[in-house]
């Protein structure tokens, strides 16, 4: 068999596999119950300022959502764009203040995160960086406190391949494990009510990095720190082998904590150009995939069940839709541009409701 013909082959696999199995994407579900009535702990999302004044997106939230994660504003990015003087707070405290109102709860995301802070704290001595690394948390989820019903204290610490922790700025002065140490005792300082979440995100679909996320968690609780709440991103892809992610979420509930599916959503992309499948073959693996993960979730106790947050409601607020990333067929999210649930909602609803 010549390159090409070799190539086209595995291309077609996955197609000729989704034929044999008949799997066909269901209908958009036609009566969709509002999925913060039928979700266990906390049916949430992810939100800009922008949304607020988005009339659509204001009329899903309220109808589905009792949690809110702000996307970007509450990270240490925004916060600290003007200098460590003078944090911009106005844009977490209006958001903060939309959930109150609404009667829903909120989810502080992030307070340390290896991708934001170096041009801070670079060239700080040991005691000034000190002094802001624990100032930062302490102004910033102490201000909240009361406000937030939990908080990812630390944002993807683990190498994309799985083979370690990430070496970042926190991990050069204080180690890898004692960067993260050092940041929950000060959250737990700050706020002793809220929940403090550890999250990352392909644990279901990279085996060895979901092995290396349950390896940090039990040395992290070994030596005592209050790591209370597991967050799992579950940014999923179409093709994760059947079985897998269950497996995973059998996993993460070993330790007893609540577990948060905290970003979900999944891209009908994939990396090779040569996949010929079909939308509805694609809608169809999406949807198998988010089944899955929605059943592992309700077969974890009661206790666990801490929330299930979508990182966007409608396909157009996805990340994957932004910039040139959007060549706007992409379906990622519960719902289509216009509000309708798309066959993912329908998958939650059904998971939910068994």
Not at 19 to 32: E, K, N, T, Y
Not at 285 to 297: D, M, N, P
């Amino acid at each position: 068999m010549n390159r090409r013909a070799l190539l086209t082959s595995l291309a077609l696999a996955p197609v000729i596999a989704g034929c044999r199995r008949a799997a066909v994407a269901g209908p958009q579900p036609a009566r969709l119950p509002p999925l913060k009535t039928i979700t266990p702990g906390a049916f949430g999302t992810c939100v800009q300022l922008a949304n607020l004044t988005d009339p659509g997106w204001l009329d899903l939230a309220r109808t589905h959502v009792s949690q809110l994660t702000p996307e970007w504003e509450m990270k240490m990015e925004y916060i600290l764009a003007d200098g460590p003087d003078r944090l911009r707070l106005d844009r977490s405290d209006r958001i903060a203040r939309f959930a109150a109102d609404n009667g829903m709860a909120l989810h502080g995301h992030t307070l340390i995160w290896y991708a934001q802070g170096q041009d801070v704290f670079s060239g700080l001595d040991n005691a000034a960086f000190d002094r802001a690394f624990d100032g930062y948390i302490a102004t910033v989820a102490g201000r909240y406190r009361g406000k937030v019903r939990s908080w990812d204290v630390v944002n993807e610490p683990i190498l994309d391949d799985g083979s370690g922790l990430r070496d970042c700025h926190w991990s050069r002065r204080y180690g890898q494990d004692g960067y993260i140490r050092r940041a929950f005792d000060q959250a737990r300082i700050a706020d002793p009510d809220a929940v403090l979440f550890l999250n990352e995100y392909n644990l279901e679909g990279v085996p060895a990095k979901g092995t290396q996320f349950l390896r940090l968690v039990e040395r992290l609780l070994k030596s005592g720190c209050p790591l209370q709440g597991l967050g799992t991103q579950s940014h999923l892809w179409i093709d994760i082998p059947d079985g897998q992610i269950a497996a995973f979420m059998h996993e993460l509930a070993q330790f007893g904590l609540p577990i948060h599916v905290s970003e979900l959503d999944v891209s009908l992309r994939t990396d090779s150009p040569l996949d010929l499948r079909g939308l509805q073959e694609r809608l169809s693996r999406q949807t198998a995939r988010v089944a899955e993960l929605a059943a592992a979730y309700m077969r974890l106790p009661a206790a666990q069940r801490f929330g299930f947050t979508t990182w966007g409601l409608r396909d157009t607020d996805s990340w994957y839709r932004r910039g040139d990333k959007d060549d706007g067929k992409d379906r990622p999210l519960p719902f289509d541009a216009t509000g309708r649930p798309n066959p993912m909602a329908g998958a939650l609803a059904a998971a939910f409701q068994r």
